[in-house]
Structure formats: C-alpha cells, structure tokens
C-alpha cells in the first residue's frame, strides 16, 4: 500500500493514477466507515482502476475547535494505516490539516482534491462535509463533477436502531463495554504501546505485569480490570489488564493513569518492546483492596475468568 501525504496547496495530477476514492476522516475505521471503502473497493474494480482513501490529520477539531483540551483517537493514524492495509486498499492520502486547508471553498476543494489527484470516482458517506465551514456536502460534489468523475453516497450504517459512529463507539469505550465496541467496530478495540519499567511490584507477589505506556493521543477506555490479548513480538497472548490509578499502593490523590496486563505463561523481557493491547471484556471494577493476601486472592479470580472466557470463546470460534 502506497502512503502519500499531502499538505495544501497541492496538486499532483501529474503523477497520480486514477483511482476510486473513500473520503472521510475514518476514525476508528468501523464497520460503517468499511461500507464506505468497501464501496470504493468494488468501483474500482468494475473500472480498473487503484482503490485509494483519503484521510486527514490531525482532527479537524484541533484546528478549527478552538479548544485547549487533547484530542484522543480511536485509531491513531498508524492503527489506521495498518488496518487499511489489511483492507487491501491500494494507495492512501494522508492530507495535513491545516487552518489553509479548512478554509478552502467546496468548489476549490473538488478541484484540488478530486481533479488534482486523478479521481474517477468518489465515494463517501451520506454526512460527509467538506470545504470551509462544512458547507460542502455530496450533493455539491455530484453536481460538481460534470462526467469528469462518478460519485456514490452510502446510506446511514445503523447496528440496532442507532447510527454507528466514532461517537457511540467512544461511548461504549468510556463505559467499558468492549463486546459492544467490538461488534460496531468489526474486531475487538486495541490500543498501541511500549512496555516500560513500573515499580515492578507485581512479580513480588506472583502476578508480573508489562506496563504499557500508550501512544500519544490513544483512547483508554474506562477504569477497570479487562480480560486482553497483548501482541508482542508478532504474537498474541492471553492476559489480563488493570487500567486505572493502584488504588491498594497509591496515594488517591496521585492521579497517575497506568496500564498494567499480566501475560499468562509468559516470562520474556519485553522491555523497549511495541505492542498492542486487544480489549476483550470488562471483569471488574478497580478497587482498593484492605491488604496483599486479599489482593491476590482477586487476582487469582481475575485469572480465571479471564482463562474461562477466552476458553469459552475459542470454543465458540
């Protein structure tokens, strides 16, 4: 897969092939983002043509919001180019927001970013914005291309009777309902790290943890123990994963956010190492426990469940 990133003003009609192109921000890229490139996939098929997403980073909030608050990804933009990949798609464009950029007119932005890249066909979802102010929508696209390039808009992608968007995942995330966060997204949510040195207070009592430190800008969802998967080192592992603030060692009011998994049979030094944390389900809340004897004791259950369910759902599979 092809990576180019694009900063405004750009045009690059010269070099770049035709294409069948999804547009959108794609956070998370959920299953109603996957319509939308699973769309532009088969035109680009029937045609002949490279399929090709266009992305654009940072969020737009960032830069148009006017807030001081951090913005958190479901997928940082490194997750979401992998997962592009996997979706075979041919060629993505990374376009840098930018407060030039947002204050683009729909028309100039359909010029530059449909005409200038080559695209014979674009495909988006139904609330797809565009251009200064997001005045631009699909209908202005349309009838903007003038047989120069097909336009397809897709449909609401509703789970239930809700729409399935970055927002209601979000919600689910923040309430720790990783079964429902994985059916809208189409796999389980992750979150991308490096092991880092912690107190190392749980190899003391027989639970060893990798602390993760995740990257910049990640969604952590609510506090709380997890049954996980944790790939490292091109593989996955079955664990389990305290996320919250150690109430039992810590002080209450040292607000410290850690993210803690216990690998099952497994004693490699991981340290420095990449990884990624795959949140299956919520066992538990975090609790502060009246000393180390009851603490284990909740960790041996921990474990177990943790070894039932992924049992269970292997049976499943």
């Known amino acids: 897969m092809e990576v180019i990133h694009l900063k405004y003003p750009h045009q ?28 532009a996939q088969q035109t680009a098929q029937a045609l ?42 041919d060629v993505v464009y990374v376009a840098h927001f930018t407060s030039e950029l947002a204050q683009l007119s729909p028309s100039d932005f359909i010029e530059t970013f449909l005409r200038g890249l080559n695209v014979k066909h ?6 797809f914005s565009f251009g200064a102010f997001g005045k631009g929508k699909m209908h202005d696209i349309e009838a903007a291309a003038n047989g120069d390039f097909g336009v397809t808009v897709v449909d609401k992608q509703e789970d239930g009777d809700d729409k399935i968007s970055s927002t209601r995942i979000r919600a689910v995330l923040e309430a720790g309902d990783m079964e429902e966060a994985a059916k809208l997204l189409g796999r389980p949510f992750a979150t991308s790290g490096i092991v880092v040195h912690g107190d190392k207070r749980g190899r003391t009592i027989g639970f060893p943890t990798a602390n993760v430190q995740e990257k910049e800008g990640s969604f952590i969802p609510a506090v709380g123990v997890y049954a ?40 490699k030094d991981i340290y420095g190492e990449e990884v990624v944390v795959a949140w299956y389900t919520y066992l538990r809340n975090e609790r502060k ?7 284990k004791a909740q960790l041996h259950i ?16």
């Not at 997403?53 to 969020?59: A, G, K, L, S």
């Not at 592992?237 to 009011?253: A, E, H, L």
Request: negative net charge; proline residues 4%.
């Open 48 to 89: 002949g043509i490279k399929s090709a997403v266009m992305t654009f980073d940072p969020h737009p909030s960032i830069v148009l919001g006017g807030r001081n608050e951090r913005v958190f990804y479901i997928t940082l933009l490194e997750d979401k180019l992998r997962i592009l990949q996997n979706m075979g798609v």
């Open 228 to 267: 996980v998967r944790l790939l490292v080192q091109n593989t996955w592992y079955d664990g389990v994963c305290n996320v919250g603030y150690k109430p039992t060692f810590k002080d209450p009011n040292e607000k410290q956010l850690s993210i803690e998994v216990h690998i099952f049979d497994f004693e």
């Open 289 to 295: 426990f009246a000393g180390l004897d009851a603490l």
């Open 12 to 39: 690059i009609s010269a070099q770049a092939e035709p294409s069948s192109l999804a547009i959108g921000f794609f956070d998370g890229v959920h299953r109603g983002h996957q319509a939308v490139i699973g769309q």
């Open 122 to 127: 674009v495909t988006a979802g139904f609330d």
């Open 302 to 317: 921990d474990q177990q469940q943790a070894l039932d369910y992924f049992a269970n759902i292997r049976t499943i599979d």
